[in-house]
């Protein structure tokens, strides 16, 4: 099996709906997560500098996709490094979604990680990625909603947004 390297659509769209709920136009202000973080556009939080997102700022609607282009490059590489196990396109985007919100560390050292690498197809993958639900120490509905996403695409290789949440 060819290594894969790069998301397809389905990352990005899973990205869009969780990060700006697919209007993103009302994220070219600065704002701050569930995490207290202050982001803009698609979940930037540094800029492509390295200088971190302040409050007032504000883009444009070309700069928030250039900068998802330069924070998913970082998110694929570390997924293309970190997974030795063959993975399909679908469990790719799944773990890209992932690492983009959490980072690259979280993801590395994550049980997840391990269990993938161990077998790709092991059913406790699924409660691996809803272990993943808390924003400054506390249960998010919509990192909840995310994950579900993310370990649906990964095991069943298709996008779904839509669970009960009880």
Not at 16 to 23: I, T, V, Y
Not at 45 to 73: C, F, K, N
Not at 132 to 159: C, D, N, Q, Y
Request: charged fraction near 25%; charge should be positive; hydrophobic fraction near 40%.
């Amino acid at each position: 099996m060819t290594k894969i390297t790069r998301v397809s659509k389905n990352c990005l769209s899973l990205i869009e709906e969780f990060e700006c709920a697919g209007n993103f136009r009302n994220f070219l202000q600065a704002y701050k997560c569930p995490a207290g973080k202050w982001t803009i556009g698609m979940g930037t939080t540094r800029y492509s500098g390295g200088e971190r997102v302040m409050p007032g700022d504000v883009i444009t609607e070309q700069q928030a996709y250039e900068y998802l282009t330069h924070d998913l490059a970082t998110a694929e590489s570390a997924v293309a490094y970190a997974v030795t196990a063959d993975i399909s396109q679908d469990q790719f985007d799944a773990l890209v979604s992932f690492t983009y919100n959490l980072g690259v560390l979280a993801f590395r050292n994550s049980t997840l990680l391990k269990v993938i690498n161990k077998n790709p197809q092991d059913p406790s993958i699924e409660r691996q990625f809803g272990r993943w639900i808390l924003a400054a120490g506390k249960v998010e509905p919509g990192l909840i909603r995310r994950r579900m996403s993310e370990a649906w695409l990964f095991t069943h290789g298709e996008l779904k947004f839509k669970f009960d949440i009880k």
